[in-house]
Every structure is written in structure tokens, then in C-alpha cells.
């Protein structure tokens, strides 16, 4: 066998290698980031446990989804606090600028889902009792005599 021969096999081996290192590290990552996410479900079940049965289904497939974006959001921070919130573009030869980053939009459009899925989650807890009957503190008194 010729040196070049081995030469190309030493490389086809470093390439498969290194193919394998990038699916392996991806993989782990995918792992780790579902066990992020595991957690993040049992935390809050724990929290949504008062639930009444009617709303249960709703609340399980809700908290699946604040779960998922909560995990995902964390790593868009973490994304956005080391690249910043611009991104460099080149549009042709001569036209350059900044625009938002993929992740700094992805993660304002995730907070946006979040807050709607969690305000589910938060309108279908019990009420506390006596909620009914809470003392008038004259706040709202106070600003329509203000006019506004």
C-alpha cells in the first residue's frame, strides 16, 4: 500500500471520527436537554397538584409545552448573553448593517408563548377561599374619582 493510499485512509478515519464526535455530542446534548426538560415537568406538577380533574388533561399537555419553553429559553439566554442581541448581515456586494439575532427574535416570541401558556396553568389553579369576598382597599375608587 502506498503512502498515499494510507494517507487518504488516515483521513477518511479522521473525518468518520470526527463525524461520529459531533453525532455523539450531539446526541448527549439532546439527552441532557430532555432530562432538563423531565425535571422542569416534575417541578411543575408538584406546583399544579391542586388541580381539579376536568382540568387536569389541559394542565398536563400546558405544562409540557412551559416546560419545553422554559428549558429552551434558558439556552437562547445563554446563546444571547455570549453572541449579544445583533447579528451582522451582507445583503449583495455593498449593503451591510446589524439586524436582531435569530436567537434574541426566537427568544421574545418564546416569552410571548410562555407568559399565554402560563397564565393557563395559573387560571386554572383552585381559588383560595374567601377570594370572593376581598376587602375593598378604595384603590379603585380612588382612580375613577381621578377621572381616568
Do not use: H, W
Amino acid at each position: 500500500m502506498s503512502k498515499i493510499a494510507i494517507a487518504r485512509d488516515d483521513k477518511a478515519f479522521e473525518e468518520e471520527l470526527a463525524k461520529r464526535e459531533a453525532e455523539y455530542d450531539s446526541i448527549s446534548a439532546y439527552l441532557e436537554k430532555e432530562e432538563r426538560i423531565k425535571k422542569e415537568v416534575r417541578r411543575l406538577k408538584r406546583l399544579f397538584s391542586d388541580i381539579d380533574g376536568k382540568k387536569k388533561n389541559l394542565v398536563l399537555a400546558t405544562i409540557s409545552d412551559v416546560a419545553f419553553l422554559t428549558i429552551t429559553m434558558q439556552d437562547l439566554r445563554e446563546n444571547i448573553n455570549r453572541d449579544g442581541t445583533t447579528s451582522e448581515y451582507k445583503n449583495g456586494e455593498n449593503q451591510y448593517g446589524t439586524k436582531q439575532s435569530p436567537d434574541a427574535q426566537l427568544y421574545l416570541q418564546m416569552s410571548q408563548k410562555l407568559t399565554a401558556a402560563m397564565k393557563i396553568l395559573v387560571d386554572c389553579l383552585p381559588k383560595p377561599k374567601g377570594s370572593e369576598g376581598t376587602k375593598d382597599d378604595g384603590f379603585d375608587a380612588f382612580v375613577a374619582g381621578r377621572g381616568g
